[in-house]
């Protein structure tokens, strides 16, 4: 044989084999250096709060530090599209949620990024359940009171902004129950929910974390939760379900994802390291205890929901012709 063809076949050989071994041996090497997860909220709220209790737990797995870095602003898309832009070496993690995935596409027409195209599904990490709240100067005391009291009254309905999950939550109650009431959408959680303690506004949906020091000071009274069966915590407040809405379910939710080309050994190494962290028993109690049901899924698992979501809110969104003020 000539010596050319056969260095040739040989340089061929080699190659194949190591494009055959190279993401198991990647996977085995990964990672080399700390990896950065973006948390595209401000330090201090549920999102950043829930990325540093986990990251500890994952990093000790990983053999790395994991790095939490706030990226902000328009509606989670500055630190989504940073992600989807990053290198796909899994070096850059997003813990992104419903707005992230599911929302945004329906809300902003140029979207710079797209979350089923550019983005990798990691895990669900985490929902929260949201409560019906009236302010305790309101006269209603059940989801029945609050239907008829609004349809005398036209009430202004608050959330922490347009497309957040306490407004679309609110919506599909709304449309679901037929009464007429107006959004206020504020700029984040704390001002709404300072406005709705001062009576400046009578109601909104509120994650039950932010809800629960309020309504056990009686500052806050909670109507319904908006999951499919009652809270083990809070088993008098019923869900919106069997107060008169059928088949009613929303939630708060989260999720790690990565650059869409990230290899599928990365995906699966950074999968198994949150899966671990979920399970350690003080990290899930601590997640408990911020008022957050943790999650654990399969990248698969959370590619379908991410679909599920994204067509149950695109609808009502479109139907209800919401838009970005």
Do not use: C
């Amino acid at each position: 044989m000539n010596i050319r063809i056969s260095f040739a076949l040989k340089t061929l050989a080699a190659t194949v084999l190591a494009s055959a071994l190279g993401t198991p041996a990647l996977a085995q090497s990964y990672p080399t250096r700390p990896v950065r997860l973006i948390v595209p909220y401000a330090a201090g709220g549920g999102s950043d709060v829930f990325a540093r209790t986990v990251a500890p737990a994952m990093s000790a797995d990983l053999g790395q530090p994991i790095v939490v870095e706030n990226k902000p602003g328009a509606a989670t898309a500055i630190g989504a599209d940073l992600v989807a832009k990053a290198a796909p070496d899994g070096y850059t993690v997003l813990l992104g949620d419903n707005a992230t995935y599911a929302v945004n596409p329906s809300l902003y027409p140029n979207l710079a990024y797209d979350p089923q195209k550019d983005l990798a599904p990691v895990s669900l990490t985490a929902r929260f359940a949201l409560v019906l709240v009236v302010g305790s100067q309101v006269p209603v005391a059940s989801v029945a009171e609050l239907t008829a009291y609004a349809k005398k009254s036209n009430l202004f309905y608050a959330s922490p902004g347009t497309g957040s999950p306490h407004h679309l939550a609110m919506e599909m109650f709304r449309r679901g129950m037929n009464i007429p009431m107006t959004h206020v959408p504020y700029k984040g959680s704390a001002p709404a929910t300072n406005d709705l303690l001062a009576g400046t506004i009578p109601t909104m949906f509120l994650d039950l974390a932010s809800a629960s020091q309020h309504l056990k000071a009686g500052k806050l009274r909670a109507l319904a939760v908006s999951t499919p069966q009652r809270l083990k915590d809070w088993p008098d407040i019923p869900t919106v379900a069997e107060s008169g809405l059928p088949g009613y379910e929303a939630w708060a939710w989260q999720g790690l994802s990565v650059p869409a080309a990230t290899p599928a050994a990365i995906v699966e190494r950074l999968n198994k390291a949150y899966a671990k962290a979920a399970s350690d028993p003080a990290t899930r109690q601590r997640i408990t205890d911020q008022g957050a049901e943790i999650l654990s899924s399969t990248p698969n698992e959370m590619g379908a929901y991410v679909k599920s979501e994204t067509a149950t809110w695109s609808r009502l969104i479109r139907e209800a012709n919401i838009k970005v003020e």
